[in-house]
């Protein structure tokens, strides 16, 4: 007979995991494993818009181009 496994809320996940990390790592390194994942801030979609304003799509495929030539 199969058990079926009831899942886990996202909040028993997060303890589940935290408690993992904390025994696999200790304190100190998991504080700095989580550090690595900062989310950090700001709408990217929104300044990548400003920062290719007015620019077509040839003009940054050109860009483009001559930065691979140069890493070449």
């Known amino acids: 007979m199969k058990t079926k ?7 028993e996940v997060r303890r589940e995991g935290f408690a993992a990390l904390r025994e696999r790592l200790g304190i100190a390194d998991m504080a700095r494993f989580l550090q690595l994942f900062d989310s950090g801030s700001g709408d990217y979609t929104k300044e990548r818009y400003a920062w290719l304003e007015g620019e077509t799509v040839d003009e940054i495929a050109e860009r483009i181009q001559r930065r691979e030539g140069q890493n070449g």
């Open 5 to 11: 496994l009831k899942p886990r809320t996202i909040g």
